[in-house]
């Protein structure tokens, strides 16, 4: 009776343990849904040291900013630009209502596409930024401290200035 007591305990911790990283990703469903949606759109991978550009970003904490998640793809090829509108609703499907749109931009000329969402979290404010150009695209998640980003609304110069000379103070974080 011992024996399949270990037994089951054995293969609950193991089942807990094998879906710790699907259940440590689901925070940042939109970021992977996007990501892999364009991967497959253009049949390309984002760069491969945008992972570590990520980590040092967080590690860097640039004025007010908390956290970043970073995938930049180059080389695309424009003939397969998903239309605009299937983008747009596609976007808005993954979001989902809690972030609201922000900016949107098409620009048809420049075949250019936009969009940045944002929502409240907590006492911190999350942005997410996908843009699609003519042959690169970008997807930034960031989590940001909105008094930080409130100073920097006010004095954007003086806080330019700041952080070009390292100058982010601990409450900026």
């Avoid at 209502?97 to 969009?115: A, G, I, L, M, N």
């Avoid at 980003?149 to 006010?154: F, H, Q």
Wanted: glycine residues 6%; contains cysteine.
């Amino acid at each position: 009776m011992k024996r399949n007591s270990r037994l089951t305990t054995s293969l609950l911790l193991l089942g807990a343990v094998l879906s710790l990283p699907g259940f440590l990703r689901a925070g940042d469903r939109e970021f992977a849904a996007i990501v892999q949606r364009i991967q497959a759109h253009y049949h390309q991978r984002p760069l491969r040291f945008m992972g570590l550009a990520g980590f040092f970003a967080n590690r860097a904490h640039p004025q007010g900013v908390k956290s970043i998640k970073l995938a930049v793809f180059e080389d695309l090829d424009p003939s397969l630009h998903p239309p605009d509108a299937d983008f747009d609703a596609f976007l808005q499907q993954v979001v989902g209502p809690d972030f609201r749109p922000f900016v949107r931009v098409w620009s048809r000329r420049d075949r250019e596409q936009t969009f940045v969402y944002a929502r409240e979290l907590g006492r911190d404010f999350e942005m997410l930024v996908v843009t699609i150009e003519r042959d690169e695209a970008c997807v930034v998640k960031m989590k940001l401290n909105p008094d930080a980003i409130s100073r920097w609304i006010e004095e954007p110069e003086e806080r330019a200035r700041s952080s070009a000379h390292g100058g982010d103070s601990e409450d900026d974080r």
